[in-house]
């Protein structure tokens, strides 16, 4: 019995909106648990759901999987968003390990004290401006196609657009003189499925704001 | 023309190991670059070899690979290390971020100031008896096989075995209450690929020392 894909973490991005994003963009209806309390989270690690104590999990086709990269890699498998043989696999995993590294320091940016901050921002510019969006429009120069693989959609594209989000929200000049990337974001964002999940409403998660900061400290236990 | 994996990285450990381990235990030849100076890295970046400016980057068939899942992925794919299914595959991957992540801890003792280091050490030991080594322990048994995954030697094993010599060299009494990842340790050390990879003389690496410390923050810049 094949029912919809259970989500289990926090009401917020963190590290699940990844997933959100790419089930959404598949098409692929999900229902969400949220973790609310530091005694919802201890009550999924007492029960054995969570193989090393952490979420993000994801309930999906009789399997509890644990680990934002296999709960990925089989949706993207799954979903045929993966590429058609093992050379567009590495070309998109080396795609999408480097949307992950720049997200990375977005996602530590995010939850970094006041002081860190502003070291924290500049690097994640200059990165951005210097590393990664120079190798992405060069892969979309490289063979004037439509999507970063194959000439056809897959979790490449669907990362690293919404890491072109992430980065407008942080500054929207950064993209200025990016313009495949710009496309790209159109273009994806065009999709009907990613188009409604852009729209309010849907089960995209906000940034994150102080008052929720708050919470996922407590039920996480960081400081 | 399929020649041998050409492995570009420093003359250490770090990033690249559990490539070299991956690629021994399958029985496959490679040749090794050794970056040995600010100058030798700058090379590769001006070549436009290296797609995000770092290192790791392994030649094969045809392409330059960075970014240390992206190799991993392909190798295992490319010598049948991966699993049969998506199923499989998606437990191989579980295992073996859980690996990572430890790993990671690991790989920062390493490269962490001195008055850092004791509380990382003792997370390391917590994480490992507490979190890590029950997890693994528990698949072993819960199956009764001789391998984590399909009754076969995928990469799981192998990572996991690599992961606990690192644990061992930490700390050899850390594995003393786990009677299964001691009989997967010494089965997969057994297996006539790896056997050799672990004598002297292969292209294994030591642990770091002091001066190849020093050595590693001058050619990356670390502080």
Redesign the interface.
């Known amino acids: 019995m094949a029912c919809r894909p259970k989500l289990h973490y926090f009401n917020g991005r963190g590290r699940m909106e990844s997933i959100r994003w790419l089930l959404a963009a598949a098409g692929i209806e999900f229902e969400e648990k949220f973790i609310e309390s530091p005694e919802d989270l201890e009550k999924l690690r007492n029960d054995g759901s969570l ?3 952490q979420v993000p999990m994801v309930e999906i ?1 009789g ?1 509890k ?6 709960i990925l ?2 949706i993207a ?2 979903y045929n968003l993966y590429g058609k043989d ?2 567009e ?2 070309l998109i ?2 795609y ?3 949307v992950a ?1 720049l997200n990375e320091m977005i996602l530590l940016f995010s939850i970094c004290p006041p002081g860190e901050k502003d070291a924290k921002l500049a690097l994640i510019k200059e990165r951005t401006t210097k ?2 969006f120079p ?1 992405f429009e060069k892969v979309l120069k490289s063979h004037g196609q439509d999507y970063l693989v194959g000439n056809k959609l897959s979790r490449a594209d669907i990362h690293l657009v919404e890491l072109l989000y992430y980065v407008e929200e942080i500054d929207s000049s950064l993209i200025a003189n990016f313009p495949l990337l710009k496309a790209l974001e159109a273009r994806v964002s065009n999709l009907p499925t990613v188009k409604k999940f852009l729209q309010p409403g849907s089960q995209r998660k906000p940034p994150m704001d102080e008052k929720s900061l708050e919470e996922a400290k407590k039920i996480f236990k960081f400081k």
């Open positions: 193989m090393f104590q086709d399997m999987l644990v680990q934002t990269r296999a890699n089989y498998t799954k093992i050379k696999r590495a995993d080396m999408v390990e480097g590294d590393r990664y190798a």
